[in-house]
């Protein structure tokens, strides 16, 4: 836990002076730290290649890759994306026929499946992408862990990012906000017949509290946008 260091009422100006450049000192160690680990680390994504831009969302083109799937029933996103994590980190650390172990990679995403969960509620499956020597071959999930390995075939998807923690109400909002923005742009009638009304990627560990990113992801079909078809080799 993170105590915040709160100036007394009394303290004299050269006293609030040093506390508020200890704070200074802290946000900074903290936005170093998870600078350090970054670089620390080549963490392995998807591939894509940015295919269109807006002032508040992008469309990506993405390649073909391979992902572990946990579906999740849970009530609440939060729940849900802890469940299945929870199960996805047990698989890397070995949980799995051949005892594997499998680096980290980004993002770790989850997909909302409208009226799918208990009581009509949503379901939920979150998605580990496989390391690239894993991606033809990955090792096969213990039974009790209820993953199972997912195609992702090439598509094209809307991204709109958003800083902190994703939670409940935050991911709805931020979902609303790509939607309107969709329906005013030119892609406006281009959303894909999805299994999934939208997915969250999250890229930033659980410890890390300054610099966090997630983004919103809708599929979308890009052929046909304005009288024109987009494509392009896969990058990013």
Known sequence: MIHVLQTHPHQNPQSQTMVGR????????LSL?????????????PQYTIVHTESDFEVRLYGNSSWMSAP????????????????????????????SRLAMTLPVSTSIVPGAGPLRSSAYVVRFYLPAKFQSTPPTPLPELNLEQYTWSSHYVAVRKFPGFALDDIVLKEAKKLALSLSRSAWANATSKSDYAYSIAQYSTPFQIIGRVNEVWVDVEAAGVNGRKLGGVASS
């Open 33 to 45: 730290l998870s600078l350090f680990a970054a670089a620390c680390y080549a963490i392995e994504s």
């Open 22 to 29: 200890r704070l200074t000192a802290i946000a900074s160690l």
């Open 72 to 99: 999740a029933n849970d009530l609440s996103f939060e729940k849900a994306t802890f469940n299945g994590y929870q199960r996805l980190f047990e698989y890397t650390q070995g949980a799995n026929l051949n005892c």
